[in-house]
């Protein structure tokens, strides 16, 4: 099979590419713009291989998108370009709505021309794999404020509640991959995946911040009192399950993909300070530079995800624990700060985004 991937340079999206290469036969078509957040470096060992292809080119730019789908002639379409910092999304939504709604919204479109084309037993086995997050689904009850909160669980049929420019773009981009399968015909598939960590992860998000802080002996700045509850998801283990839903999974259906690892992020925190102290000792500790920051605007305060309809119906399940990935996720970056520097060179230094005056 041959994969158009948009955003496969991005974190996500060369996660699930280097999986293909490593672990499949099919080849790969890398569509990606290649914003501040998109680096090729992280698909280097692809880069080798015969079955790659790399297309930089916008998902908002109609006749490229009908170009490379002419061009490359893709059997199916992992849809993962996207604007994806909620604290940037609150400082310049404009770029979300263009990116993650009309980009949406032109490839769709291509998709669909492109699909209308094939004959009748390629557009039986064509798919168009949407992915999006969570945090469409808005915020869940908090164990201080409901006693029950653990029984509360995001599913494939909960109400969309966006709370972020961001979520609601990729709401919106959902809503938009439904219509044109209910309108059209066109054969989708949508998945909703819990907080990402790990490898060749851009350093604005939790994770490689604090990992990187830690190392500069910079503060470590927590939102609020950190009570914030995310299910973390180790990327590999998401690339796999993608990989999975595009092979086995049911057009027109949605899977929601989760680590069952549900962490407060002060956690989270403590949990990497605690592994440098054992990998990299130093005298003060790194605890010491835990400070606590006002809380962003709309702070959604608990996801997690109910993941047990992938599970049953396609069989996967996530291989890391949250104790395992983050050791592995702390040890890369350590061997790999070069990569770090590279990648904020001129784009990021790491300063606080997304406060309202």
Known sequence: MKILVTGGAGFIGSA?????????????????????????ESLAEAAESHRYAFEQVDICNRSEVDRVLAQHQPDAIMHLAAESHVDRS????????????????????????YWQTMDAEQRENFHFHHIST????????????????EEFLFTESTVYAPSSP?????????????????TYGLPVLITNCSNNYG????????????????????????????????????????ARALHTVLTAG???????????????????????C???????????????????????????????IDASKIEKELGWTPEETFES?????????????????????????????????
């Open 16 to 40: 699930v590419i280097r999986h293909i290469i490593r672990n499949t036969n099919d080849e790969v078509v890398n569509l990606d713009k290649l914003t501040y957040a998109g680096n090729l």
């Open 199 to 238: 490898p060749y992860h851009f350093p604005e998000k939790l994770v490689p911040l604090i990992i990187l802080n830690a190392l500069d002996g910079k503060s470590l700045p927590v939102y609020g009192n950190g009570d914030q509850i995310r299910d973390w998801l180790y990327v590999e283990d998401h």
């Open 90 to 113: 609150i400082d310049g939504p404009a770029a979300f709505i263009e990116t993650n709604m009309v980009g949406t919204y032109t490839l769709l479109e291509a998709a669909r021309q």
């Open 274 to 304: 605690d592994i440098l102290q054992e990998m990299r000792p130093q005298e003060k500790r790194y605890r010491d530079l835990i400070t606590t920051v006002t809380d962003r605007p709309g702070h959604d305060r608990r996801y997690a």
């Open 166 to 182: 961001y979520s609601a773009s990729k709401a919106g981009s959902d809503h938009l991959v439904r219509a044109w399968q209910r």
């Open 325 to 357: 990935g983050i050791r592995k996720t702390v040890q890369w970056y350590l061997d790999n700060l070069e990569w770090c520097q590279r990648v904020q060179d001129g784009t990021y230094q790491r300063e606080r985004l997304g406060q309202t005056s």
């Open 250 to 272: 049911k057009p027109g259906e949605t899977y929601n993909i989760g680590g069952h690892n549900e962490k407060q992020n002060i956690e989270v925190v403590l949990t990497i």
């Open 134 to 149: 969570d945090e469409v689904y808005g915020d869940l009850p908090h164990p201080s404020d409901t006693p029950d909160a």
